[in-house]
Nanobody, 130 residues
């Protein structure tokens, strides 16, 4: 069983930045992809960004591309999300998730699917004030 713990959320002004971290404990064998989803009040949980274990696959949701950067440190079993240019519509609970996904041809749908991730953190709130 892998446990994921997020940190780094908080209150940020529009245009500001935040850096989220997620630490994984337990055995993460093989191609363990890690990602971020978010859920705003009254909305479905949506994909934000993902990164494969080997970093050869990095995908972003269209609405964050160019503003957010995902990275990972495999030695520390951690994934990070650097968020710049934050907007009020980025306000949400941000969830870290992990799962074993093998890279394949045309695999964006695999890496961005919520069902592919079996391990989830409790979430961290990010609030962007206008």
């Amino acid at each position: 069983q892998v446990q994921l713990v997020e940190s780094g959320g908080g209150l940020v002004q529009t245009g500001g930045s935040a850096n989220l971290s997620c630490a994984a404990s337990g055995r993460t064998l093989g191609e363990y992809a890690m990602c971020w989803f978010r859920q705003a009040p009254g909305k479905e949980r949506e994909f934000v960004a993902t990164i494969s274990w080997s970093r050869i696959r990095i995908y972003y949701a269209d609405f964050v591309r160019g503003r957010f950067t995902i990275s990972r440190d495999n030695a520390k079993n951690a994934v990070f999300l650097q968020m710049n240019g934050l907007k009020p519509e980025d306000t949400a609970v941000y969830y870290c998730a992990g799962g074993r996904i093998e890279p394949a041809f045309n695999d964006r749908a695999l890496y961005t699917s919520r069902e592919r991730y079996g391990d989830w953190g409790q979430g961290t709130q990010v609030t962007v004030s206008s």
